[in-house]
């Protein structure tokens, strides 16, 4: 079982009509909420690519965010992937 606050990082490709409608953005400002670091891009087949860095708790906070459907544009899936943290990130940007 993983401890709340340990650090971790989670990459998650989110498929739907997520690009050109805001919703880099839009994870951009929940992932600072949460204080995590990271980004947020478009991926050349339409998917939006998510890395974020921080503890799992928030990390899992925004996995959630991501799949509720309250973001801008259509999310059809979240594909997700857990990993040990690579740090060397700051703030959380678009790309």
Do not use: K, Y
């Not at 060397?88 to 940007?93: D, I, M, N, P, Q």
Request: glycine share 12%; charged share 25%; with cysteine.
């Amino acid at each position: 079982m993983s401890d709340e606050n340990e650090v971790t990082r989670l990459t998650a490709w989110v498929h739907g009509s997520v690009q050109g409608v805001g919703f880099r953005w839009w994870t951009r400002s929940r992932a600072l909420e949460l204080g995590l670091v990271g980004s947020a891009a478009n991926l050349a087949d339409g998917r939006v690519e998510v890395v974020a860095e921080g503890p799992r708790s928030a990390c899992e906070r925004l996995l959630t965010a991501l799949r509720t459907g309250d973001s801008p544009g259509r999310v059809d899936h979240v594909a997700d992937r857990w990993s040990e943290p690579r740090g060397g990130l700051r703030g959380f940007v678009e790309r």
